[in-house]
């Protein structure tokens, strides 16, 4: 179990939000925390620490007339932290390669292979063609329907048809090297994680999966590791003292 360091940007900026408040129409989003300090700033911090594996999120869709702004940011990260980092946000097969050759250990993808709410095997198939299974990492982020995790997409407003079970774990995992789940209900509300789902990723257990959303406390890091029983890496944003919350940055970078 380790910790991995993340970077979200939205609106050009770097910030934590509510997972479930994002909204593409308006760019909007509730903001726990936004910083003048750039994305460059915190993967130089992160290099420092010898914090490997994190993740780079761009929260604006192509559309927004913030895109650009977000990709520069993301693309500067990238270059002060040189294989330190994977990203995410509208990734496809066409620009994979791009943010890779710009610096990206591994791409992260949700929205390109659950569009309209369906699993594109086809879409899955392109990505690994195009830049090796190696580097890919599937987002899995989920909410809670009728007692059930299914995958959502598009920056987590939609959901899909698919229900996150150990047999989709088990079929999704031939085509990635990783998986990064976002309990998104609870992410950024720093209220403790989503049990049932630490409880089934930990058991399942076959390739490494980072978890994000609602560790708030030591406590809640505490009862996590037992949940998992220690088999999942971890995130931790708005919490961290290095986004305005109370759990020492420092702390997490030693564990």
């Not at 003048?36 to 915190?42: I, Q, R, S």
């Not at 088990?170 to 992410?187: I, K, M």
Request: contains cysteine; aromatic residues 10%.
């Amino acid at each position: 179990m380790k910790f991995r360091p993340c970077i979200d940007i939205h609106n050009g900026k770097v910030k934590q939000i509510v997972g479930g408040s994002l909204k593409d129409q308006g760019d909007q989003a509730v903001t726990n925390f936004s910083t003048e300090l750039d994305a460059a700033w915190y993967a130089s911090q992160y290099r420092k620490d010898g914090l490997k594996g994190g993740h780079i999120i761009l929260l604006n869709p192509v559309t927004s007339e913030f895109y650009e702004a977000t990709k520069r940011q993301a693309i500067g990260a990238l270059k002060a932290y040189p294989k330190g980092m994977q990203i995410g946000g509208g990734i496809t097969a066409e620009n994979a390669a791009e943010y890779l050759d710009a610096g990206a250990s591994h791409v992260i993808v949700t929205s390109y292979v659950f569009q309209n709410g369906k699993f594109h095997k086809e879409n899955l198939a392109k990505l690994v063609s195009a830049v090796g299974r190696e580097h890919i990492v599937l987002d899995l982020s989920c909410r809670k329907k009728n007692a059930s995790y299914y995958i959502v997409t598009d920056r987590w407003q939609t959901f899909t048809d698919v229900r996150l079970t150990p047999e989709v774990l088990d079929q999704l995992s031939g085509y990635c090297d990783e998986f990064l789940v976002h309990g998104v209900d609870v992410e950024g509300k720093a209220s403790g994680v989503e049990l049932e789902l630490v409880r089934m990723l930990g058991e399942w257990n076959r390739i490494p999966i980072t978890y994000a959303g609602g560790i708030g406390s030591m406590e809640d890091l505490e009862e996590f590791s037992e949940l998992c029983q220690g088999k999942l890496d971890f995130t931790i944003g708005s919490a961290l003292d290095l986004f305005g919350g109370k759990i020492p940055y420092e702390n997490i970078a030693r564990l």
